[in-house]
């Protein structure tokens, strides 16, 4: 039997940080495409159900559109169970939004609600500030099944107060847990829950911002033999990258742009990329910014160029220098500036004593 263990879809979401208008409504249509696209893999699998371990939509108010694309995917394939738990972006908008909740559409409760195929057993709940403290007391699993446990939130040894979306991990170790199917982190995590199962987040299904860069997708579950074996599949429609370019032994645009043609090469011209750059330059060094943008902007999806370089100014070099140059960077030293202010002043100081456009 396989099962898909997918979260934080984040359908419908804005998606209006960084791009461009048209940019950010093709973006929020790719999300639910590549929702309906993991639902025809899942067909094609003979995927017997598909976990939804929270935040299927972005926020509480879902567009028409959307609730009715999942609506219609689910009710389309009757022949695949949606396990659905609400995320802590949601509400109970989504169900109160269908005309008619497809019979196939398993939604986990604020109790422990459990789903059966033979031996194989699915259990989630919703956390809330009701039943955070004794969901754990209250969860018990036949030691003879395959136990899949699903809940939606971030990961602790302990409880904590006032957080309604810890969860605690050691509350959970030695329940007869095969698979703890968790949602809340965006990134693909896998470790050992205890001598018997394993914890995983499956992360996000698209990358959305830059703080969510790298392959993004879902778990494949082959249940055979009572063992469960996991395999993360990559499936984004787009890649975000995050790309450190150190440029401390550049002198020129160009070199710079050489650097990164190096670290882009392999990198799928559909992705998004932020380059920074990062290092100690001179002063009198021009990263050209705005060029490099330009440049990369015609091969690339979507990119940022962020500099964060620093200058590499030995102040001691100026301590007799009787210039308005010297002068200048010796007023600057004394300046009650954070270091990064400091250099931003520095290097338009000198561009224009030098005669540059500012």
Not at 164 to 178: F, H, V
Not at 289 to 302: S, V
Not at 328 to 343: M, N, S, T, V
Request: aromatic content about 8%.
């Amino acid at each position: 039997m396989r099962i898909i263990h997918c979260s934080d879809l984040h359908l419908d979401s804005k998606m209006e940080s960084n791009l461009s208008r048209e940019q950010a409504r093709e973006r929020k249509r790719e999300l639910l495409l590549t929702f309906e696209k993991m639902v025809g893999y899942a067909e094609e699998h003979e995927v017997r159900a598909i976990i939804i371990a929270g935040d299927l939509f972005d926020t509480t108010h879902i567009s028409k559109a959307a609730a009715k694309l999942v609506e219609e995917q689910i009710a389309g394939h009757p022949d695949i169970d949606f396990l659905y738990l609400r995320g802590n972006h949601e509400k109970e908008r989504f169900l109160e939004g269908l005309e008619e909740v497809p019979q196939n559409l398993k939604v986990f409760g604020e109790s422990w609600s459990r789903f059966s195929y033979g031996n194989i057993t699915v259990t989630g709940a919703c956390l809330t500030p009701e039943n955070s403290k004794n969901i754990y007391d209250s969860l018990v699993l036949a030691q003879d099944d395959v136990n899949l446990v699903v809940l939606h939130g971030q990961e602790s040894q302990y409880d904590a107060k006032d957080k309604t979306e810890i969860i605690n991990i050691r509350a959970l170790q030695n329940k007869y847990i095969d698979y703890l199917a968790l949602g809340h982190l965006h990134e693909y995590k896998y470790q050992k829950l205890d001598n018997r199962g394993s914890y995983c987040y499956c992360g996000c299904l698209e990358g959305r911002g830059f703080d969510e860069c790298g392959k993004k997708g879902f778990v494949l579950l082959d249940i055979q033999e009572n063992k469960v074996v996991p395999s993360f599949i990559p499936f984004a429609k787009r890649t975000l990258y995050e790309i450190l370019i150190d440029i401390s032994d550049c002198h020129t645009t160009g070199e710079i742009a050489g650097k990164i043609d190096e670290k882009i090469a392999e990198i799928d011209k559909s992705s998004l990329l932020k380059l920074v750059l990062t290092g100690e330059i001179e002063m009198d060094m021009d990263t050209d910014a705005a060029y490099l943008l330009k440049r990369y902007q015609q091969q690339f999806y979507f990119v940022k160029v962020k500099d964060k370089t620093r200058l590499a100014v030995n102040y001691e070099d100026y301590r007799l220098d009787q210039s308005l140059k010297g002068e200048f960077i010796r007023l600057l030293e004394r300046a009650d500036l954070p270091q990064e202010e400091k250099d931003a002043v520095i290097l338009t100081g000198i561009r224009a004593l030098s005669g540059e456009e500012i």
